[in-house]
């Protein structure tokens, strides 16, 4: 990893300071050790953990090295809200509030996955169906949010806009495949005739030429790890919201198989060849339905003879329907766009079908049952692991900066270091003293330097921890009388102000039932009634409400304030048993001589738990409860790890206590 000349501590400092001066915040000591240590990290090649609270304000610590150092940084997301708000927000501002001290006005942009960009040929010339006609524009609204769709792009190759999806007119993701493509659909710069003005070419080309790129996970491991160049060549990346990082990497890396896709393939490419190529594949996704029938859903070890037997019959089909297709010579350029996502789609089935074939010990497969109505099973396939390729690909080539306000499970770095591809051996800097040389590797992993920089709430006086110890351990049917009466007491002592975070759709369910009975003075919002930012809007406007509901609320919910005063879990959140990837990363751990459930159940738990607490302390002010009603969490032996992956609130399991500490919060 080359080295550069690290900006001096003072420039830092500098740079920092009159930012949050210009933006009106305060200076913060966790915010100023952090922009330090990443810039003595981009510096010295060494990788670099960074937990930083929330309150903290890790952007700004990562952004101001960023921006000072001399080569290019990428700033990787997890979430699209966050990217836009870097982007949006962040980054212009602290360019504002800098400018007289950075002496020079450093570039940035964004760069997305290419369906993310309204697609001009797709707007203009329309696509080809599978029988060759121009596919219809849609009626009723669905039509008219099209057509606004269509004026927009127009306009916004006019005032030289950058066509993403985030500034387009409000529509559905039905509505927005109408006039955008995926990477394997676009003809490519070198045929489409409106290349010269097309929005995803005009981002990559502004991303060649900043300083700064801010894209998310996603991008990332398609260029680093897939090796399909999406990423102008840069030095260091800054991974934030790093504890999704694992999570978003098998993501991009999982493939599917079913037989609506192959059967759609083939009528695809029926008009494109000339011989029995297509029919071949046809009738392989006949033999892949016969297979799915006899194979129950769930993990396959090794696939069944007649599946494997299927998946093979799809490999080699879809391979030679590939060589039928005629060569670019022996076109005469009409329906150049329907051949090529034709020709696409059987590319991406031939490779799906091939690693399923392989049936490598890299991978874990799976039978997923589906609806009939959404095209029934599928076959899924992830890798077993993704720390291999992440060293290799990305920790080998490049710094890399992973920062989050969950890094450290079980009171350390070392379960997200590791699944990340990082020594399992850490060194935690908590000063601010000069990194000394990172060691050699001696497992083939790489070195890494791990720092906490706190955050500015007192969480020992602002929030309490309550274990329900008295009721029992939850059951596999749900949740029980004695879980739903706690619940009950716990919203009606807090006057609502509730976020319930459950582990099923039926068990927020049947809480909120309980409670819209039992307390009918209050509001009860639960998810999937409205869309989830119509339920947080309702949640912040009504003092009196509760909102209950599953994972997207124990990650993505960020309500300040006296919204809420009790965050509720119903359960210690271990992956199901059946959950095909998770128990075979499990099973691997133990073969491996490892603890699987430490390593992967509780793990995951872990930081399912640490996000979820973390939506009760948002600022200095805020306070409240968060009521755990699973006793494992201090009676199993494993709850010491769980308990030291929250944020350190004080903690009880006296439930008068709390009780008594919520009604006087509600007073």
């Given amino acids: 990893m080359p080295e550069t000349d690290a900006p001096p501590t003072s420039r830092v400092r500098e740079v920092l300071a009159s930012a949050v001066e ?46 000072l150092h001399d080569r290019r940084v990428v700033v990787a997301t997890a979430t699209l809200a966050l990217q836009h708000q870097l982007v949006e927000r962040d980054i212009p501002a602290l360019l504002e509030a800098a400018d007289h001290v950075l002496h020079k006005k450093p570039s940035y942009a964004v760069l997305k996955g290419r369906s993310n960009y309204a697609c001009l040929h797709r707007i203009r010339e329309g696509v080809p169906d599978e029988q060759g006609a121009l596919v219809e524009m849609p009626t009723g609204s669905m039509g008219s949010e099209v057509l606004a769709l269509r004026a927009w792009a127009e306009e916004q190759t006019q005032v030289k806009g950058n066509g993403d999806r985030d500034s387009a007119p409000k529509h559905g993701d039905k509505v927005w495949r109408q006039v ?23 981002a990559k080309e502004k991303a060649a030429q900043s300083q700064l790129i801010v894209t998310n996970h996603s991008l990332l491991a398609i260029d680093a790890i897939e090796g399909v160049p999406m990423i102008p060549e840069y030095d260091v ?30 009528r695809r490419a029926q008009r494109h060849v000339e011989g029995m190529e297509a029919d071949d594949l046809a009738d392989a996704g006949d033999a892949l339905r016969a297979a799915f029938d006899e194979c129950p859903p ?34 005469d350029g009409e329906g150049d766009a329907g051949r090529t996502q034709a020709r696409g789609a059987v590319q991406e089935l031939f490779k799906n079908s091939e690693r399923m074939a392989a049936n490598s010990q890299a991978d874990v497969l799976w039978l997923s049952e589906r609806d009939r109505a959404r095209g029934g099973d ?50 935690v800097d908590h000063s601010l003293a000069e990194s000394p040389e990172p060691a050699a590797p001696d497992d083939g992993r790489q070195p890494w330097r791990g720092i906490d920089v706190g955050s500015p709430f007192d969480y020992a006086r602002q929030g ?36 319930g975070l459950f582990s099923s759709r039926r068990a927020a369910e049947a809480a909120a039932e309980a409670a819209r009975e039992r307390l009918p003075h209050l509001t009860i919002l639960a998810q999937g ?42 359960r210690i959140p271990f992956p199901r048993p059946d959950d095909p990837l998770m128990s075979a990363r499990q099973k691997a751990a133990d073969q491996a001589g490892g603890n699987g459930f430490m390593q992967v159940a509780a793990t995951h738990a872990a930081l399912l738990l640490a996000q979820g607490s973390g939506r009760l302390i948002r600022t200095t002010s805020d306070k409240g409860v968060v009521a755990i009603l699973d006793p494992r969490l201090v009676t199993a032996r494993y709850g010491g790890f769980l308990r030291a992956s929250l944020p350190p609130m004080w903690s009880t399991t006296d439930r008068s206590v709390v009780l008594s500490a919520l009604k006087r919060l509600a007073s």
Avoid at 246 to 263: G, H, I, M, N
Avoid at 302 to 312: F, G, I, K, M, R
Avoid at 383 to 396: E, F, K, M, T, Y
Wanted: charge should be negative; charged fraction near 20%.
């Fill in 22 to 67: 210009a933006l009106g915040g305060q200076e913060r000591a966790g915010q100023i050790q952090m922009a330090e240590a990443v810039a003595r990290a981009m510096t010295s090649g060494e990788h670099l953990l960074v937990q930083a609270g929330t309150g903290t304000g890790k952007s700004l610590g990562y952004l101001v090295p960023a921006l």
């Fill in 180 to 202: 955008s493509v995926n990477h394997r659909e676009c003809l490519g710069a070198a045929k489409c005739p409106f290349s010269d003005e097309c929005f995803a070419e005009r």
């Fill in 237 to 266: 990346v800054v991974i934030d919201e790093a504890h999704e990082l694992s999570a978003r990497v098998t993501q991009a890396a999982t493939d599917e198989l079913s037989v609506p896709e192959v059967e759609r393939t083939a």
């Fill in 298 to 331: 769930g993990r396959l070890d090794t696939l069944p003879e007649p599946l494997s037997d299927a998946v093979q019959l799809v490999r080699d089909a879809s391979r030679a329907l590939i060589s039928a297709f005629p060569k670019e010579s022996q076109s």
């Fill in 378 to 427: 599928q076959l899924c396939v992830a890798p077993l692991q993704v720390w291999g390729p992440l060293r290799d690909r990305l920790l080998a080539e490049k710094t890399v900066v992973l920062t989050s306000a969950t890094l450290m499970l079980g009171g350390d770095f070392s379960s997200v270091a590791t699944s990340l591809g990082l020594k399992p051996s850490e060194r």
């Fill in 464 to 499: 309490i921890l309550y274990v329900a110890k008295h009721l029992p351990p939850p059951g596999r049917d749900g949740l029980g009388a004695a879980q739903l009466d706690e619940i009950v007491d716990l919203v009606d002592a807090a006057d609502g102000r509730t976020l």
């Fill in 529 to 570: 009634e409205a869309q989830l930012p119509e339920l947080a809007r309702l949640f912040v406007e009504d003092p009196h409400a509760c909102l209950f509901g599953t994972l997207s609320l124990w990650q993505g919910l960020d309500v300040p304030g006296d919204t809420c005063q009790l965050v509720l879990i119903d």
